[in-house]
């Protein structure tokens, strides 16, 4: 490697380092404080930068939670990115109910900085507009699976695979955010399996 490219290099590794810094140090700004009282001085104090620096990477703290949104949904995304290819509805169900479990147990796990997501929903139209396109990408895998267990005869074929899928996204989102307001009166394994049970009941066939 010449020596221009060398320290290009440098330079995008000390780059990517110190907004992994900013946005470890959000994290926990965020968290302590929550949305609406963070501040983006917090944050750079937290993460010992300058403002020059930090709005090098991000415009303000709404970015910086946006970015942080697209980490936490990665864990979500490989929930809903699981393979789907049932044989039968009981297979199909067991699929479904271990998917619902496991994205429903992650908001558990990850409530801390969901609960900062939630108050930026609602107080930040850049925040709430990327949720809007997250919940756009759970709604297309969805759909995606339906078509394939309609494509192969084990579900009904009378029914609009998205509008089937926006109605089981937003449930387990209703129950998403009851875990993650701490407001749910169910282990997460039954609100699942019950879930589960009424969305496939209705839509695949025996």
Do not use: C
């Not at 990665?74 to 809903?80: E, P, R, S, T």
């Not at 479990?101 to 992650?106: C, R, S």
């Not at 759970?138 to 339906?146: A, E």
């Amino acid at each position: 490697m010449n020596p221009i490219n060398e320290q290009a290099s440098a330079r995008k590794q000390r780059s990517l380092k110190t907004r992994a810094k900013l946005l470890a140090a959000a994290s926990d700004v965020f968290i302590e404080y929550g949305f609406q009282k963070t501040t983006i001085s917090q944050i750079i104090k937290k993460a010992e930068t300058g403002y020059g620096t930090a709005y090098l990477h991000f415009t303000g703290k709404d970015d910086i939670l946006i970015q942080l949104m697209d980490e936490v949904m990665k864990q979500f995304y490989a929930i809903a990115q699981m393979t789907f290819t049932p044989r039968s509805k009981e297979e199909a169900s067991a699929m479904i109910e271990k998917q619902a479990g496991l994205f429903l147990e992650m908001a558990n796990q990850e409530r801390a900085m969901m609960q900062v997501i939630e108050e930026g929903i609602r107080l930040s139209e850049e925040v709430n507009q990327k949720w809007k396109e997250i919940r756009e990408q759970f709604i297309l895998h969805i759909s995606q699976d339906i078509i394939y267990s309609q494509q192969n005869g084990l579900a009904r074929k009378d029914v609009d695979h998205t509008l089937i899928a926006r109605g089981w996204f937003f449930a387990n989102e209703m129950y998403l955010w009851d875990i993650v307001r701490n407001e749910y009166n169910h282990p997460v394994d039954e609100i699942a399996r019950n879930l589960t049970a009424i969305y496939t009941g209705g839509l695949y066939v025996e």
